[in-house]
């Protein structure tokens, strides 16, 4: 459905020109200016968009996240996240990370050997690499999820799915006026929100339990959480937050990415050229590669 929307957006776009009203409320922008005015940094003093609250407060209930809280709040979150994903922070995730790519590796060779003519599903092993990074990342669970380990989903990564498919329905609802029906529903209805929400809360638990200082993406808001005025519940929020947006959005990039690599017969030679001539070996190729030289597949 929501592909099926895209494609008609795009077409009325063809038809009407670069604006597009959609509802009442509600208008489709595309041209690169629009992204610029509605998403570019603002000059000093000026305001920003503000978000909408049909979009980014769909259920009030539920605690706000950096994706939906105001400005100053936003910033405040958004400078402790950043610990996470500093220089420092990722020479230290690095042995983290490569980690489960070596398993990822290891995987797909076995796959290879023991059934070579059959096809590999490239997406579904980057899901559950990018989810067992991420589990790792964002609660300090050894081994992730253990979807690599066990080359299958975890459960819920499933309910994690179904969550996104029922708020999206809900939202759409909401859009259209039943803001308040779609309040008193989603506290009683959706089994799917509730189960991960539950997950989310013994994830949360279970770090803050760990106690040392980590290199995940957590620590900074942990660290900070009594001054800031962090509760479990916003903690829970945020997390989740970090769960969803690392996992299946990375997956179907590297997805995205091998797919036109391979598909395009001469930019996978020089690609297989230029790493296989500048590493000796597989330890070789880390995080660190890029902060020490230029990438070698730059030209790619």
Not at 71 to 86: C, K, T, W
Not at 226 to 244: F, T, V
Request: proline share 5%; net charge positive.
């Amino acid at each position: 459905m929501k592909g099926r929307l895209a494609f008609y957006v795009a077409d009325l776009h063809k038809t009407y020109g670069p604006v597009v009203r959609l509802t009442p409320n509600e208008l489709a922008f595309s041209s690169p200016q629009a992204w610029r005015d509605i998403y570019g940094h603002k000059k000093v003093g000026e305001p920003e968009f503000p978000k909408s609250d049909l979009f980014y407060k769909v259920f009030t209930f539920l605690p706000l996240a950096i994706i939906n809280a105001d400005r100053d709040e936003h910033a405040l979150l958004r400078r402790q996240l950043s610990h996470g994903f500093s220089d420092r922070s990722m020479k230290e995730q690095e042995p983290i990370i490569g980690g489960y790519v070596d398993l990822l590796v290891r995987r797909i060779r076995e796959n290879l050997e023991k059934s070579p003519d059959q096809p590999v599903n490239m997406l579904q092993w980057l899901n559950w690499t990018a989810f067992d990074i991420i589990g790792d990342l964002g609660f300090g669970a050894a081994g992730g999820f253990g979807c690599l380990e066990g080359s299958s989903y975890h459960p819920w990564v499933k309910i994690i799915t179904d969550n996104m498919r029922q708020s999206a329905f809900m939202q759409a609802l909401s859009s259209i006026g039943l803001r308040g029906a779609i309040q008193w529903a989603a506290k009683r209805a959706t089994a799917a929100g509730q189960r991960h929400r539950a997950i989310i809360r013994e994830k949360v638990e279970q770090r803050l339990q760990l106690g040392a200082p980590r290199p995940d993406f957590l620590e900074g808001l942990i660290r900070k959480k009594d001054e800031l005025g962090l509760d479990l519940g916003r903690l829970q929020m945020n997390a989740s937050l970090i769960i969803i947006a690392g996992s299946d959005t990375t997956s179907t990039l590297l997805c995205g990415t091998l797919f036109f690599i391979t598909t395009n017969p001469e930019v996978l030679k020089k690609l297989v050229h230029e790493v296989r001539t500048t590493f000796k070996s597989d330890e070789e190729i880390t995080l660190m590669v890029s902060t020490k030289s230029p990438c070698p597949c730059s030209s790619v």
